[in-house]
């Protein structure tokens, strides 16, 4: 790698364009783990529901957009969806799209 300069200036590239991503659903994996230390959840959920925050914080960073709000308002969502948890994240998506399916 260090004969590749190219290839460290590609990442560099990447990540300076997703870092706010990045930064978003390692926040919401943060999150996420102190709400499960907080509340006595086991080692094995942390392990489990942790990282599914992260990475679905990403995703909601990155869709912030979608619904109409800044895009600098997806790191705030990502650590909504933290401090929720994928379950009720989960639910909250399965009402919603239920909502817009009656009314097509």
Not at 10 to 22: D, I, K, T, V
Not at 59 to 75: K, L, N, Q, R
């Amino acid at each position: 790698m260090p004969d590749r300069p190219e290839t460290w200036a590609w990442f560099a590239a990447w990540l300076e364009q997703n870092f706010p991503a990045l930064y978003a659903g390692g926040l919401a994996l943060m999150v996420a783990a102190w709400r499960i230390i907080y509340t006595g959840g086991r080692v094995r959920q942390i392990a489990m529901e942790a990282p599914l925050c992260g990475l679905l914080g990403v995703g909601v960073h990155y869709g912030a957009e979608f619904i109409g709000a800044p895009a600098s308002a997806g790191t705030f969502f990502a650590c909504v969806v933290g401090l929720l948890g994928v379950e009720t994240s989960r639910a909250a998506a399965k009402h919603a799209l239920e909502k817009k399916v009656e009314q097509l």
